[in-house]
Nanobody, 128 residues
Framework: QVRLVESGGGLVQPGGSLRLSCTASERTFDASGVAWFRQAPGKERDFVANINWSGATTTYADSVKGRFTISRDNAKNTVYLQMNSLKPEDTAVYYC?????????????????????WGQGTQVTVSS
C-alpha cells in the first residue's frame, strides 16, 4: 500500500503564497493519478485539483482556478500544489489522495470515494 505524506502547510497572510508537497512511499506512484482536497472546520471535504499519472492533464475547482497550480515530479515521487493569491476562505486542512489510474485528469473524478489512498493532511491558515 502506497503511503502519501503532505507537507508545506502553515500560516500565511492574505495575498501570500504557499507550496504544498505530497510525497509517496513507492515508485508505483508514477502510475497513479493524484488529487488535492481540502476541509474547512465544520464543512465537507471538497475537491481542489487533480493531475493524471503523467502530469499532462489537470483539473481545478472553480474557486481556485487561476490561483492554484498542481504539478508533479515522478522522479521524486512528489505532487505539488502551488497556491498564490491566498484568501482567508482557503483556510483548511489540505489532503492529497491517489488512485491507480492511466486515464486523464478529467476522467479521474472529483469525489472522495474515487480515491483509495490518503495522506494525513496539512493545515493551511490564511490570516492577517
Amino acid at each position: 500500500q502506497v503511503r502519501l505524506v503532505e507537507s508545506g502547510g502553515g500560516l500565511v497572510q492574505p495575498g501570500g503564497s504557499l507550496r504544498l508537497s505530497c510525497t509517496a512511499s513507492e515508485r508505483t506512484f508514477d502510475a497513479s493519478g493524484v488529487a488535492w482536497f481540502r476541509q474547512a472546520p465544520g464543512k465537507e471535504r471538497d475537491f481542489v485539483a487533480n493531475i493524471n499519472w503523467s502530469g499532462a492533464t489537470t483539473t481545478y475547482a472553480d474557486s481556485v482556478k487561476g490561483r492554484f497550480t498542481i504539478s508533479r515530479d515522478n522522479a521524486k515521487n512528489t505532487v505539488y500544489l502551488q497556491m498564490n493569491s491566498l484568501k482567508p476562505e482557503d483556510t483548511a486542512v489540505y489532503y492529497c489522495a491517489g488512485r491507480h489510474f492511466w486515464g486523464t485528469a478529467q476522467e479521474m473524478g472529483v469525489t472522495q470515494d474515487q480515491y483509495n489512498t490518503w495522506g494525513q493532511g496539512t493545515q493551511v491558515t490564511v490570516s492577517s
